[in-house]
């Protein structure tokens, strides 16, 4: 495997454990507090995070000039948003 | 619905998300039913509970298999663009369906994928000469001292078994690595840790898909869902951690089981 594929893994590693670190902190003292404000904040986090790893190897292999697998990665990303446009007209 | 108590969502939650990291699923596919039948909630909200908690195991278990080096990110990113698309139909089909044509679908989709499993779980995916070029999606394993070699196979069937995974995402509430991980593996040359590394991968994007859907209608019972997603975090952590121990026919041998004794559980409740 080339060092910059590692490189790429390892920083959507650390986007994935921000990601989730950071929601579940949220759920449990919103379990803790009672607050659904807290809650609801941790659940969209939680939902967001693929997101924002497919961002992140997207950016990735754009800088990389990796266009195929970019491409692939912008397809997914548009499914995505198009989901969270959806979901707002529903 | 009755008031169900904190502690016994927090750990079902911990239960299925270590068996789900265990074998490469987000665990939805014990969720669901641990929900309907043993809790009593109702199936929508149990969904909609069950894709949430599947991101998080999925997203969880992801950070321990990128770091042991199972992921093979470009077969993952591939699939994603079948899986995402059949995530936001399954997401939008759902409402349209009853309980009861939920459930059906539930039960047979989990049977007959646990014959498949059954039948082919004896095939072994790898090739030991690793001077083999294992191809733009292909990679490389380290099991142990041994290094193997894995070409993907079928592509079509796998961009399929996506799209379906996908749409069953959506609609039942799974990761769709119930069918991603037993396709890869029985019929596209995918080694069982592999495909549930990246089917894990995957499962996130899947989820998020449909997940957004179920937020924007008002499917997400907060309390509920959140103390699920609480106990998903560490059991799916504790799973991913312990897959490395098991045998791989072991797995396939549990996931085949456990496919075919929830899938006829389901489908008998609509009877």
């Given at each position: 495997?080339?060092?910059?594929?590692?490189?790429?893994?390892?920083?959507?590693?650390?986007?994935?454990?921000?990601?989730?670190?950071?929601?579940?902190l949220?759920?449990?003292?919103?379990?803790?507090?009672?607050?659904?404000t807290?809650?609801?904040?941790?659940?969209?986090?939680?939902?967001?995070?693929?997101?924002?790893?497919?961002?992140?190897v997207?950016?990735?292999?754009?800088?990389?000039?990796?266009?195929?697998?970019?491409?692939?990665?912008?397809?997914?990303?548009?499914?995505?948003?198009?989901?969270?446009?959806?979901?707002?007209?529903? | 619905?009755?008031?169900?108590?904190?502690?016994?969502?927090?750990?079902s939650?911990?239960?299925?998300?270590?068996?789900?990291?265990?074998?490469?699923?987000?665990?939805?596919?014990?969720?669901?039913?641990?929900?309907?039948?043993?809790?009593?909630?109702?199936?929508?909200?149990?969904?909609?509970?069950?894709?949430?908690?599947?991101?998080?195991t999925a997203?969880?278990?992801?950070?321990?298999?990128l770091?042991?080096g199972?992921?093979?990110?470009?077969?993952?990113?591939?699939?994603?663009v079948?899986?995402?698309?059949?995530?936001?139909?399954?997401?939008l089909?759902?409402?349209?369906?009853?309980?009861?044509?939920?459930?059906?679908?539930?039960?047979?989709t989990?049977?007959?994928?646990?014959?498949?499993?059954?039948?082919?779980?004896?095939r072994?995916n790898?090739?030991?000469d690793?001077?083999?070029e294992?191809?733009?999606?292909?990679?490389?394993?380290?099991?142990?001292d041994?290094?193997?070699?894995?070409?993907?196979?079928?592509?079509?069937?796998?961009?399929?078994?996506?799209?379906?995974?996908?749409?069953?995402?959506?609609?039942?509430?799974?990761?769709?690595?119930?069918?991603?991980?037993?396709?890869?593996?029985?019929f596209?040359?995918?080694?069982?840790?592999?495909?549930?590394a990246?089917?894990?991968?995957?499962?996130?994007?899947?989820?998020a898909?449909?997940?957004?859907?179920?937020?924007?209608?008002?499917?997400?019972?907060?309390?509920?869902?959140?103390?699920?997603?609480?106990?998903?975090?560490?059991?799916?952590?504790?799973?991913?951690?312990?897959?490395?121990?098991v045998e791989?026919?072991?797995?396939?041998?549990?996931?085949?089981?456990?496919?075919?004794?929830?899938?006829?559980?389901?489908?008998?409740?609509?009877?």
């Amino acid at each position: 495997m080339s060092s910059r594929v590692r490189a790429l893994e390892r920083i959507v590693e650390v986007a994935l454990t921000a990601g989730v670190a950071a929601s579940g902190l949220l759920l449990v003292a919103g379990l803790l507090l009672g607050s659904t404000t807290l809650l609801w904040w941790g659940v969209l986090l939680l939902i967001v995070t693929p997101v924002v790893r497919v961002v992140v190897v997207t950016v990735g292999l754009v800088l990389d000039h990796d266009w195929l697998f970019a491409g692939v990665s912008f397809f997914v990303l548009g499914v995505l948003l198009s989901s969270v446009y959806v979901s707002g007209r529903l | 619905m009755i008031a169900i108590p904190t502690f016994i969502l927090i750990i079902s939650g911990a239960t299925t998300g270590l068996i789900g990291a265990l074998l490469g699923l987000g665990g939805g596919v014990f969720l669901v039913p641990l929900l309907t039948l043993a809790l009593g909630v109702p199936i929508r909200t149990a969904i909609a509970a069950s894709l949430i908690s599947v991101i998080a195991t999925a997203s969880a278990s992801s950070t321990i298999n990128l770091e042991r080096g199972l992921v093979n990110m470009r077969l993952g990113m591939t699939l994603e663009v079948a899986t995402s698309l059949g995530g936001l139909a399954g997401g939008l089909i759902a409402a349209a369906l009853t309980q009861r044509q939920l459930f059906l679908t539930f039960g047979a989709t989990l049977a007959l994928m646990g014959v498949v499993m059954a039948l082919r779980s004896g095939r072994r995916n790898v090739i030991a000469d690793v001077s083999v070029e294992p191809g733009r999606l292909g990679g490389r394993l380290q099991e142990g001292d041994k290094a193997y070699v894995y070409r993907i196979r079928r592509l079509p069937v796998a961009l399929t078994a996506s799209l379906v995974a996908g749409a069953i995402s959506g609609l039942l509430g799974l990761g769709g690595g119930i069918i991603k991980v037993p396709v890869l593996n029985a019929f596209c040359g995918i080694p069982i840790r592999v495909a549930g590394a990246t089917s894990a991968f995957m499962i996130g994007v899947t989820g998020a898909a449909s997940a957004f859907l179920y937020f924007g209608r008002g499917d997400v019972a907060m309390h509920l869902t959140a103390a699920v997603a609480v106990g998903a975090l560490p059991g799916s952590l504790l799973g991913a951690r312990l897959s490395q121990r098991v045998e791989a026919r072991s797995l396939k041998i549990i996931m085949a089981v456990v496919l075919l004794v929830v899938g006829l559980r389901m489908a008998l409740e609509t009877l």
